[in-house]
């Protein structure tokens, strides 16, 4: 029971519609603060008296938190749902960066960004979620690079917007603003985004998201429903009570034991219609098990990889471009900017690519797979040059098609998910790869700057090669299968 687009309901297609633009509203701010550091890392160097290797360090410290953070906000998002979880997030991480434009110290700013990375960590998984909640599995790949596009767009923007902003007043009000920005988007998420509820939809909106079920060939199992993940895309959270037929029963086959008054929502579907049925929430917790397969250690290794070559290049290129090609500031903000419109169009060529390139293969994880390993490999290919060639328009170029791959790499990585892990665990999975990555993004900025300041950049570009290198072969033998539930 496959649906195309034609057949999406109208009030799902809006919802899915709804949903994209407000995820991709909150990507685009949160990449903005992530690369506010970068953007005025000059300026808050001469100010707070920074060495390369102190800068390196305080670039990092955002990633650290971050990455920590996926380990428990993963399994979050499967049990509370994105709308809250985001939502008070956005909160968080909003007030973190407002607060860095009050640094003065060098440990102040440090602790500024770790909170930082307290508040952003749930923007992805929910991400991953409300696209699971909201899409058929063989749709997923053009929604998930859509959400994804907001990272580099974000990227693109800030030295186009925060520059201009830095060199009128200073370096302060970049993270005021930007702060600010985030507070109001908080406020817009909480009260337009909503999960799927059953009991308020038409037979026709509850068969096509059944045909969730139907594309990952997964069927409700009483011990599937017992352990508090449905055998389908639907939420396990989310899904309020109190919204739901009193006259629904369980589905058949699930134990009297598992309903309780307590627990939490999960949905049974057929291949016409489904059923809301109360399940225990005591399973909710076993995202552990996922660290048994290897599929799990594949993801986090091969994000790892990208991730680390990703963020070189996110941290320190508008620094690299100004230090190590002697760029004027000027110049050095539109060729900063360049290459993350391309990551931008990477990012949504992907997600499409990989729906189309997943109906084909011997499996969705197979196809969805080779994409993040190709991209992964082109990364690889075009950071050598980057980091040899004289030529700065050369170099840039270079640069612009590995951060164009790194998205496209990003986006089919987090499609990936959506397909490699039981439905009520996709969040968890995402997460888990997510702090595999971001293990790479904090020592990236560390690493660079300590191979630039004892030696140069080109160095350290080279060695981002050979770890994203070691990230495609990790996904490429270790990523064979989808885990069971």
């Not at 997030?89 to 909170?115: D, H, K, M, P």
């Amino acid at each position: 029971m496959k649906q195309t687009d034609n057949e999406t309901p109208v009030r799902i297609r809006r919802r899915q519609q709804l949903s994209l633009l407000l995820l991709v509203i909150c990507g685009v701010i949160n990449y903005l603060d992530r690369a506010t550091l970068a953007v005025a890392n000059e300026y808050i160097r001469a100010d707070l008296g920074l060495s390369l290797g102190q800068m390196g360090l305080l670039l990092s410290a955002f990633s650290w938190s971050y990455a920590l953070c996926q380990l428990p906000v993963g399994a979050l998002v499967d049990r509370i749902g994105p709308r809250w979880l985001l939502g008070s997030g956005l909160v968080v991480w909003s007030l973190a960066q407002a607060a860095g434009g009050f640094a003065a110290t060098f440990g102040y700013f440090v602790l500024a960004r770790i909170v930082l990375g307290f508040g952003e960590a749930p923007q992805f998984p929910a991400a991953a979620r409300v696209v699971s909640n909201w899409f058929p599995a063989h749709a997923r790949g053009t929604p998930t690079g859509i959400y994804n596009s907001a990272s580099p767009l974000g990227v693109a923007l800030a030295p186009l917007i925060l520059a201009p902003l830095i060199a009128a007043t200073s370096w302060h009000w970049a993270f005021f603003i930007t702060g600010a920005m985030g507070l109001i988007a908080a406020l817009v998420w909480v009260a337009l985004y909503r999960d799927p509820v059953p009991a308020t939809m038409s037979a026709d909106e509850r068969t096509y998201l059944a045909g969730q079920a139907m594309d990952v060939s997964h069927q409700v199992t009483p011990a599937a429903a017992a352990s508090g993940f449905p055998a389908n895309g639907f939420p396990a959270a989310g899904l309020p009570v109190t919204e739901l037929s009193a006259t629904e029963s369980p589905a058949p086959g699930v134990p009297a034991a598992a309903v309780t008054a307590t627990a939490f929502t999960a949905t049974a579907f057929t291949a016409t219609a489904f059923t809301a049925t109360v399940v225990t929430a005591t399973a909710s917790s076993s995202w552990l098990t996922l660290f048994r397969y290897r599929v799990t250690w594949g993801m986090m290794f091969g994000f790892f990889g990208s991730v680390y070559l990703n963020w070189v290049f996110l941290t320190w290129l508008p620094g690299y471009l100004r230090t190590e090609r002697h760029m004027d500031l000027a110049y050095a903000g539109i060729a900063a900017s360049v290459p993350f419109l391309c990551g931008f169009a990477g990012a949504l060529i992907a997600g499409w690519a990989s729906d189309r390139v997943a109906r084909t293969a011997a499996s969705p994880v197979a196809g969805r797979r080779n994409a993040v390993v190709v991209a992964t490999l082109g990364m690889v290919v075009f950071t050598i040059p980057a980091a040899l060639v004289d030529n700065n328009l050369a170099a840039v170029a270079c640069i612009a098609v590995v951060i164009f791959l790194a998205n496209a790499s990003s986006a089919c990585a987090w499609s990936l998910a959506t397909v490699a892990a039981p439905p009520g665990r996709v969040a968890s999975l995402g997460a888990l790869q997510n702090f595999g990555g971001f293990l790479g993004g904090a020592l990236a900025p560390i690493l660079t700057g300590y191979i630039a300041q004892t030696w140069s950049f080109v160095p350290a570009l080279l060695a981002g090669a050979a770890i994203a290198f070691l990230g495609a072969m990790a996904y490429l033998l270790l990523v064979t299968g989808a885990i069971p539930e």
